[in-house]
């Protein structure tokens, strides 16, 4: 299954106030530079990893009000994703 988040007058993605988040979460690059301009010299040096837990986010469930927001429709029929639908 492939989800589109920015598809559509009401997508999810649609839904983010851009102007609150803070800082650009599009790339790896984008959060290395983050990461770097707010490391303290002072500190330990920090660790960074990468993990795939992609099967980690499908298993979560989600909270009610927003199982309404992820509505399948597929041949006429309704479908609600109970859990994250990120992930495979």
Known sequence: MVVN???GDFSLNSMIDWDSVGICLDNIQHLG????AMHDPAC????LFKSDISQ???HLS???FWQVKQVITLKGQQWVNHCNNFGD
């Open 33 to 36: 530079c983050n990461l770097l």
């Open 62 to 64: 989600m909270h009610p």
């Open 56 to 58: 980690a986010y499908w």
């Open 5 to 7: 988040h920015s598809a």
């Open 44 to 47: 330990i040096v920090p660790w």
